[in-house]
């Protein structure tokens, strides 16, 4: 089973996505962490995030795993645990930019797509075109959203929580900022595939979100038992 959740900044789907990998024992693929990872060793290599070749040969020669279970991942670069590098609020800008190129989009939905297909029961994979690009023929999509201020404000909260220094306002100029750069980009752009379940999670909280998702996966696997007898 692939599970594809796609959507803006802050809408949950990290948390949720976890979630329902451990509650459905799959392999959790979180890919922002993926393009944090490419950012994260572009600028470790001294390239300006301008220089698109460059970018893109790091993202190629990158050796990106993600170890551990949902809710304790790890991700490593060449060999190098960098989960904690890469939650930066630089990094998280960084990753937007890097996430803008073509050549690097490319490189990462070829690699998401093996992790995918490669996994024995199936995955859970959350960004932004997981459902619309990289899995197109997803088992479910599901597409989760919010209102920018109820985003900010989860992210602020967060952010405060891990003795991250910012402000609700900075962290909403930097939720819309990163909205923009989604939506307007020419490759894989952020969208709504058109069979993908919407959420809107501004007024709910996780475990409202998690069962309305978890019914639908349930509904599915009923649907597609009794298709088989």
């Known amino acids: 089973m692939i599970v594809a959740i796609d959507g803006p900044s ?10 329902l990998a451990k509650e459905l024992g799959l392999l959790y693929l979180d890919t922002g962490a993926m393009y944090r990872a490419v950012a994260l060793s572009a600028l470790r290599s001294g390239i300006s995030l301008d ?7 790091a993202a190629t020669n990158a050796e990106i795993e993600l170890k551990g279970e949902p809710d304790l991942l790890k ?20 990753a937007s930019v ?8 490319r490189t ?21 075109d997981i459902g619309s690009v990289v899995f197109p023929n997803a088992d479910i999509k599901f ?7 109820a985003r900010a404000r989860r992210r602020f909260e967060e952010d405060k929580a891990k003795g991250r220094v910012s402000s609700y306002e900075q962290t909403l100029a930097e939720i819309n900022e990163r909205d923009e750069r989604d939506v307007a980009r ?6 709504i595939a058109e069979d993908a379940v919407v959420i809107d999670t501004s007024e709910l909280d996780l475990s409202e979100v998690f069962e309305q998702m978890l019914a639908k996966i349930r509904d599915l696997k009923v649907n597609a038992a009794s298709k088989q007898r």
């Open 10 to 19: 802050g809408a949950g789907k990290s948390t949720l996505g976890k979630m």
């Open 51 to 57: 220089d698109k070749p460059n970018v893109a040969n």
């Open 75 to 94: 991700v490593f670069v060449n060999g190098d645990d960098v989960s904690d590098d890469i939650r930066t609020l630089d990094i998280a800008q960084a």
């Open 98 to 105: 890097v996430s803008t190129i073509s050549d690097v989009r």
């Open 108 to 128: 990462m939905v070829e690699f998401q797509r093996k992790l995918g297909e490669q996994s024995e029961k199936g995955a859970v994979l959350e960004g932004r």
């Open 143 to 149: 597409f989760l959203t919010a209102k920018p201020e």
């Open 186 to 191: 020419v490759d894989s752009p952020l969208t």
